[in-house]
T-cell receptor, first 115, second 112 residues
């Protein structure tokens, strides 16, 4: 149980286009989901907290207009990278708390490459 | 801002050796979680420690939570090449309610 599905696993897009990443909780409801960014051989950096039915909370330094988050249902949160630039290339990971007291569950990540 | 200092950042050892990874903070956490991550994948939970002084064992891995719930350690006995990966500690609670505070990570390489 407590599975988070993230899609796509890899995406390549052209500079200036937008890319949407989906994060779904498959067997539990998630009122809150988290979006992270990870650079090679580095730890996870929290970008924003996604709240179902309300606005996301962004960490300091993260551009709200560039990284649009929508959490329209209890099982789906999306991250849209708008007007992508090569420096947005990274590994993006989502997670959710299944309230199992055993830890948060993470998606398998999305490798975004902007060319 | 809560910080979780994880060390060492890199560890390269031979198969059969023992190792310990540390996570330290000045903040108190309600729980601390350890994850292992392989390249191109999301982190996978290894263990959650909740009680101060708690010790949990997972085969060759031993996890400890400090008495004051500010620090934790991961000890691996007789490391194997399959243990290679990025190990992450993450604290829950304190001033960052509901959000995990991650350590910097430890890249472990076990050579056959």
């Amino acid at each position: 149980g407590a599975v988070v599905s993230q899609h796509p696993s890899r995406v390549i897009c052209k500079s200036g286009t937008s890319v949407k990443i989906e994060c779904r909780s498959l067997d539990f409801q998630a009122t809150t989901m988290f979006w992270y960014r990870q650079f090679p051989k580095k730890s996870l950096m929290l970008m924003a907290t996604s709240n179902e039915g309300s606005k996301a909370t962004y960490e300091q330094g993260v551009e709200k207009d560039k990284f649009l988050i929508n959490h329209a249902s209890l099982t789906l949160s999306t991250l849209t990278v708008t007007s992508a630039h090569p420096e947005d290339s990274s590994f993006y990971i989502c997670s959710a708390d299944p309230h199992s007291l055993y830890g948060y569950t993470f998606g398998s990540g999305t490798r975004l490459t902007v060319v | 801002t809560q910080l979780l200092e994880q060390s060492p950042q890199f560890l390269s050892i031979q198969e059969g050796e023992n190792l310990t990874v540390y996570c330290n903070s000045s903040s108190v956490f309600s729980s601390l979680q350890w994850y292992r991550q392989e390249p191109g994948e999301g982190p996978v939970l290894l263990v959650t420690v909740v009680t101060g002084g708690e010790v949990k064992k997972l085969k060759r891995l031993t996890f400890q939570f400090g008495d004051a719930r500010k620090d934790s350690s991961l000890h691996i006995t007789a490391a194997q090449p399959g243990d290679t990966g990025l190990y992450l500690c993450a604290g829950l609670g304190g001033t960052s309610y509901g959000k995990l505070t991650f350590g910097q990570g430890t890249i472990l390489t076990v050579h056959p």
